[in-house]
């Protein structure tokens, strides 16, 4: 199996994966999208998407039992990578999510919403539903999406990033916080683009022509 044209939605057990990768083959006629829980073919893939839904500490610990986790650290030191959801949350030191360690590939931690200012607006955790996400900077995984799209979260807890320069994106849910970030060849977003209508159609788009 040739690696050229194959993006890797990387499969563990958490998440719905069938509409990623559907979505994925929407916007790249002619990718080869493999849902996969080989790390062999993680590894072979042109590009790897890591998406995920549900408790961190579930998704570190199916992670290491699908034998996934070196893999996923290994394609995000130097593939395209994109990560939705958990697959954002995950890439810091440690979420206060059953504090358990990530995978600190990103300085930072995956924080909970405070109640007692999302409660003190109306605002229910988890944040669910369509919000703004405004741009930290131009990005080619940004290309054609004007700043302030809406796109569409389902979440309690949110990153933190240590480097402030790994921001790509901040939405405001009671309070102001990271819905993107990027470095180097990882892009990675808190929101569900699969989800997302246009907007979200036109990121996985520009992340699958991207050259980083």
């Not at 900077?137 to 940004?142: D, G, L, M």
């Not at 990121?203 to 022509?209: A, E, H, S």
Request: charged share 15%; glycine share 10%.
């Amino acid at each position: 199996m040739s690696a050229k044209g194959v993006v890797a939605v990387v499969d563990y057990g958490m998440g719905n994966l069938r509409s990623v990768a559907k979505a994925i083959e929407h916007v790249a006629a002619g990718a080869r999208v493999l849902v996969t829980s080989d790390p062999a073919v993680v590894a072979a893939a042109e590009r790897v998407v890591v998406p995920g839904q549900g408790a961190m500490p579930d998704c570190m610990r199916e992670l290491a039992a699908c034998g996934l986790r070196e893999a996923v650290i290994r394609a995000a030191t130097k593939k395209p990578f994109l990560g939705i959801c958990i697959g954002l949350q995950m890439l810091f030191e440690h979420s206060e999510e059953g504090d358990v360690a990530g995978l600190g590939i990103l300085t930072g931690q995956v924080r909970r919403f405070p109640a007692a200012e999302t409660i003190a607006k109306g605002l229910k955790v988890p944040h669910m539903g369509w919000n703004q996400v405004d741009q930290a900077e131009a990005h080619p995984v940004w290309a054609n999406i004007p700043d302030g799209s809406r796109f569409y979260f389902v979440h309690s807890y949110y990153v933190e990033p240590s480097e402030p320069s790994a921001i790509a994106g901040s939405t405001v849910y009671g309070i102001p916080f990271t819905s993107a970030v990027a470095r180097a060849n990882i892009f990675a977003v808190q929101f569900h683009p699969e989800k997302s209508a246009q907007a979200g159609l036109q990121l996985l788009g520009n992340f699958m022509r991207w050259q980083p």
